[in-house]
């Protein structure tokens, strides 16, 4: 089954414990992003990395990490966690280049809490 | 960078009724227009699209509308239905790789039976 996998679900933290959220897709995407989903902010990217090895910023991406060393995988690094990155996260990928239609796959959400 | 608007932030209308729900958008250098709705405990969900060359989308009892001199866009949801229930985002993107997204702030559309 075609997905995208998020872990963990919940979580909830401390304020400075460094925290990474797994995301990993199985349909062989090059681009993968991450978005805060906030009430009354709608969606907001935090990174987006076009394939391997190449990430650049989103438009919040302050206090946040990524790496991408494989095609199938998008960590996302809190080094040093914040209550204002209280927030429900969601993973996406879609295909880039020759047969793009620019459909975007969700994962299903991991909810931080950070105390 | 592109600043997209979504109204209303909550709708709430009888089974059977149509449903509209309005984005503006503000660099007329975007040319696509998704709509994704999210269940409950879910990740958001492409329902349909529309690209910058087109004017009118229909799927079924689903309509995108896109009006580029006015930079908005709109979805129509006729003949709703309690499974219709859930938040919708509009987006905007541009380019030819869409790399960048921009969401609006949600409506929470409530069809009551």
């Known amino acids: 089954e075609a997905q995208v996998t998020q872990n963990p679900r919940y979580l909830i933290t401390v304020t400075g414990k460094k925290l990474t959220v797994t995301c990993s897709q199985n349909?062989?995407?090059?681009?993968m992003s991450w978005y805060r989903q906030d009430p009354g902010l709608g969606l907001r990217q935090i990174y987006y990395?076009?394939?391997?090895?190449?990430?650049d910023k989103g438009d919040v991406p302050e206090g946040y990490k990524v790496s991408r060393k494989e095609k199938r995988n998008f960590p996302l690094i809190l080094e040093s966690p914040s209550p204002n990155q209280t927030s429900l996260y969601f993973c996406a990928s879609t295909t880039q280049g020759q047969g793009i239609t620019g459909e975007l796959f969700f994962g299903e959400g991991s909810r931080l809490t950070v105390l | 960078g592109e600043n997209v608007e979504q109204h209303p932030s909550t709708l709430s209308v009888q089974e059977g009724d149509s449903a509209v729900i309005k984005c503006t958008y503000s660099?007329?250098?975007?040319?696509?227009f998704p709509w994704y709705k999210q269940e409950l405990g879910k990740g958001p969900q492409l329902i349909i699209d529309i690209r910058s060359n087109v004017g009118e989308k229909k799927d079924q009892r689903i309509a995108v509308t896109l009006n580029k001199t006015a930079k908005h866009f709109s979805l129509h949801i006729t003949e709703t239905q309690p499974e219709d229930s859930a938040v919708y985002f509009c987006a905007a993107s541009k380019g030819l790789n869409f790399n960048k997204f921009y969401f609006g702030s949600g409506t929470k559309l409530n069809v009551k039976p």
């Open positions: 660099d007329s250098a975007s040319n696509y």
């Open positions: 990395s076009m394939n391997v090895e190449v990430t």
């Open positions: 349909m062989n995407h090059e681009y």
